[in-house]
């Protein structure tokens, strides 16, 4: 079957699949619409969490980001793995035994005070939104390169699909599609990694691939790797610090972490299980069906640079003439995500270090060079760095590593629709998640607990669906027209989670003495802390004020990692205001110890 | 009360132990021992390599499995197992 035909037809399989899970589990109160009745298995908990986790970002662009970044990819990899032993050991069991539906509820309560429940739903939206924003174009992107139709429609499809599901099932309806989305985005992002594990190392797993010698015997994969990109004026792959320094490593990792940890909708999946024990099974769970994914991105990771490196600068290693490039190639330039610019004028493909165009390619419109290829308007200088016989010629966009990577090793058509099928389902899952926990906390903590406490449930069940309904149009908005600082949502999402979410939840269960002053001021010192310095150096609806360069930075910590700081001034704040101010009502105090023991004494 | 404070001070116990092994995996082994530790090879990986890009995962998913265990122990041990 032609490839545009068989991708058309695995996605609508999928498609199909999820609309039916959609229909069959129904949510019918408002305990199945927020929280699945409090009836899911730790194992399918642990699936959905993970698939609810795992983001377009994590399945498209993880890997690549890995790729070109070696060794400091490793932040990423433990940074978003990392968060789940402190998610099962610090807050998981203890709001599971709190029992309500929200974050913010649990906040609310916890420090007696609307005004801090408040804050936490103003962090949560802001944070949700600004993470759905990129799911939603990621669906659009799959859709627009494996679908043909183009990524404003990719979008609408999406968001269709996403409506359906959401807003008939709310959590439990969710809670199913993500267990078959799992399964689809992890068959769809092993079975061609472990095809080229095979191809290139003669080890199907890739996590022993990456280990492992090179099928001729000429040394080990990462030695191979290390000595090419050596060759071409880049660091060693495996070297630590070539491009951050190993204080901004550090804070990053911790960053994303905490961050992790604090995310509200990574936190309310562990409202769903029945028990306290499940609970902390459940986050063993998902890190389990995680960390298939994230050991297998680092060698998918290291070997498509490698097949990369080979295909373009040839078996000799002088670059390849652009009429025998293979096709992948041309295709990906054509959507604009490679550029080529010939600086030595050989009509040869060439790759090293250097950056080929001033900044990223800008092209000619569809305007054609000499050998066939797309102009570009603001090449470089294009001199060669020290001791490498040519300059680079390439831009190659981080985030095609995954999905060209079957097209580069030749793997047959079934697996590239498979790769179509799986980024769509990571994008919708977790865009699913996210727009639950905005629904819920608009129906729930705005409109039941805030301003209408005599809604009945029926029109709280209703409010939850045409809120999801409206989140949904808004996500679609941001998707279609994404404003500058979507680039920046990675930083700030983690940033807000890991240093205004996180301390607050943290103390509200270790620490009986922290009250609602403590809580409150601590929760805005982080907030305002880490938001002045990310809108300080990369500019968030302003200018930039200074350069975002390790000159600048506080530490040398970067805008990236200062959620890190955030959260210790957070807590440092909330400790000093805690203790000059009067201990919370024994009411409080009670709560905190019941939430501690799975049932009475 | 006795007890649920000896309850609680079980629960920080096993805590502890598992925010120190994960402390040490990451960011000792992985990002602060990074150098000297890659002078040793597992495989065909440098070690501290292994640790950031694989090793470090593993043990985050053993760490979990081991609270989980020990917590369900100390939760019958003092009467507050959920059936």
């Known amino acids: ?601 | 009360m006795e007890n649920k404070n000896a309850y609680w001070r079980a629960n920080l116990r096993v805590i502890a132990i598992c925010l120190f092994v994960w402390f040490l995996v990451s960011f000792v082994f992985a990002i602060l021992l990074v150098e000297p530790l890659n002078n040793f090879s597992l495989g065909g990986y440098k070690l501290g390599f292994w640790f950031a890009q694989q090793g470090s995962i593993y043990v985050f998913v053993v760490l979990i499995f081991f609270y989980s265990w020990q917590m369900n122990r100390i939760d019958q041990q003092f009467g507050v197992y959920e059936e």
């Not at chain 1, 305990?31 to 377009?56: L, R």
């Not at chain 1, 996590?207 to 090419?228: H, M, N, P, W, Y």
């Not at chain 1, 070997?303 to 040839?314: F, K, P, Q, S, Y």
């Open chain 1, 1 to 601: 079957m032609e490839l545009q035909t068989l991708t058309y037809f695995v996605v609508g399989l999928s498609f199909a699949l999820y609309i039916g899970i959609a229909f069959w589990s129904r949510a019918s109160s408002t305990s199945e619409f927020y929280v699945a009745g409090k009836g899911i298995h730790p194992i399918a908990n642990g699936m959905a969490t993970a698939a609810d986790w795992m983001s377009a970002a994590s399945f498209i662009s993880m890997a690549g980001l890995i790729a070109f970044l070696g060794y400091e990819g490793g932040m990423y990899l433990m940074g978003w793995t990392g968060g789940y032993v402190l998610l099962a050991t610090l807050l998981a069991p203890y709001l599971r035994k709190f029992g309500k539906y929200t974050v913010p509820e649990f906040i609310g309560d916890r420090y007696y005070s609307q005004l801090a429940r408040v804050v936490a739903v103003v962090c949560l939206i802001f944070i949700s939104f600004t993470y759905v924003a990129g799911q939603m174009r990621g669906v659009g992107i799959v859709f627009s390169r494996f679908l043909e139709v183009s990524v404003d429609n990719g979008l609408f499809i999406g968001m269709g699909i996403v409506f359906i599901y959401a807003v008939l099932g709310g959590m439990k309806g969710i809670t199913y599609t993500q267990v078959a989305q799992y399964c689809v985005l992890i068959f769809a992002y092993t079975v061609p990694a472990i095809f080229i594990a095979l191809q290139t190392t003669g080890f199907a797993l890739p996590q022993i691939a990456l280990g492992a010698e090179v099928i001729d015997g000429s040394g080990t994969l990462l030695a191979k790797l290390d000595r090419s990109l050596l060759d071409l004026g880049f660091g060693a792959y495996t070297a630590p610090f070539n491009d951050k320094s190993m204080i901004d490593v550090f804070a990053i990792t911790l960053a994303l972490m905490v961050g992790t940890a604090g995310l509200p909708h990574v936190i309310v999946r562990f409202f769903t299980v029945p028990k306290v024990r499940d609970a902390r099974l459940s986050a063993g769970w998902a890190l389990v069906f995680i960390a298939i994914l994230y050991t297998t991105a680092p060698a998918v990771g290291a070997l498509a640079r490698t097949n990369m490196i080979h295909t373009v600068n040839g078996v000799e290693q002088k670059g390849t003439a652009y009429k025998e490039i293979p096709d992948w190639f041309k295709t990906w330039e054509n959507a604009g995500l490679i550029a080529w610019y010939d600086h030595n004028d050989d009509g040869h493909v060439q790759y090293a270090a250097g950056s080929a165009f001033e900044g990223k390619p800008q092209f000619d419109g569809d305007k054609r060079g000499k050998h066939g290829e797309r102009l570009v308007k603001n090449p470089s200088e294009g001199k060669p760095v020290e001791n490498v016989a040519f300059a680079n010629e390439i831009y190659v966009d981080r985030d095609i590593m995954v999905l060209a990577n079957p097209e580069i090793a030749g793997l047959p058509n079934w697996v590239i629709a498979l790769i179509a099928a799986g980024g769509i389902a990571a994008a919708l899952s977790t865009a699913a998640g996210l727009l639950l926990v905005i629904s819920v906390s608009v129906s729930h903590d705005l409109l039941k607990s805030t301003f209408t406490p005599q809604i009945s449930e029926k029109n709280e069940l209703l409010a939850g669906r045409i809120a999801a309904a409206f989140a949904i149009g808004i996500a679609g908005y941001l998707g279609l027209h994404p404003p500058a600082f979507v680039a920046q949502v990675v930083a700030f999402a983690f940033g807000l989670a890991a240093s205004s979410l996180f301390p607050v939840i943290l103390l509200g269960i270790f620490s009986k003495r922290m009250n609602k002053w403590g809580a409150i001021c601590g929760m805005l010192t982080g907030l305002v802390f880490t938001s002045g310095y990310i809108i300080y150096f990369k500019g968030v609806f302003i200018a930039p004020t200074v350069a975002n360069i390790p000159e600048n930075w506080l530490f040398g910590i970067s805008p990236e990692g200062i959620g890190s700081v955030g959260m210790v001034l957070n807590f440092v704040v909330a400790y000093i205001v805690s203790y000059l101010t009067p201990a919370p009502p024994q009411e409080v105090q009670a709560l905190v110890e019941d939430i501690r023991v799975p049932k009475s004494f």
